[in-house]
């Protein structure tokens, strides 16, 4: 009798301190992944979703069309470059930051606060020459971006 007790109250626990995990998971995580994927297989264009007829099947034809679109392309390219670029710079460079500053390196750290503070000047704003920045002059080619302030022509 008393183990089938502990037992409930046990099974009790786990319910208790999993159902709030698997609510945010579910209503956070899976129910927006897969209504973006229905979504995706249909005609919607905005609007109100439950309303009749603002949806209807049409399967892949959403997909075809992205795939013939040129922008598609250099979006996905340039989505490319950023996933590189964090995962590959900015994540080793937190861990080697970390690492100096927990092996005792708090005077490091006057020195990468001087750095950082000063580093915008270089990376984004002109120069006294007039110049362009590092950062417009990475990004200058590019269409969709532009120094005019005009977006893409």
Not at 22 to 36: D, E, G, R
Not at 39 to 65: C, D, P, Q, V, W
């Amino acid at each position: 009798m008393r183990d089938s007790l502990a037992k409930a109250e046990e099974r009790a626990a786990y319910i208790i301190l999993v159902a709030p995990a698997l609510f945010f998971y579910l209503f956070v995580m899976a129910f927006p992944t897969i209504f973006s994927v229905v979504i995706s297989l249909s005609n919607f264009r905005g609007g109100k979703i439950l309303s009749k007829g603002s949806m209807s099947f049409a399967g892949f034809k959403a997909y075809t069309e992205i795939f013939k679109d040129p922008y598609f392309f250099m979006a996905l390219k340039n989505n490319i470059y950023i996933v590189l670029i964090s995962v590959f710079g900015q994540i080793p460079l937190g861990f080697c930051l970390a690492y100096i500053l927990s092996r005792g390196g708090v005077h490091c750290y006057c020195l990468i606060y001087f750095i950082l503070s000063f580093s915008h000047i270089y990376l984004f704003q002109l120069n006294s020459i007039g110049s362009s920045s590092v950062i417009s002059s990475i990004l200058n080619p590019f269409p969709i971006y532009s120094t005019d302030g005009k977006g893409l022509s």
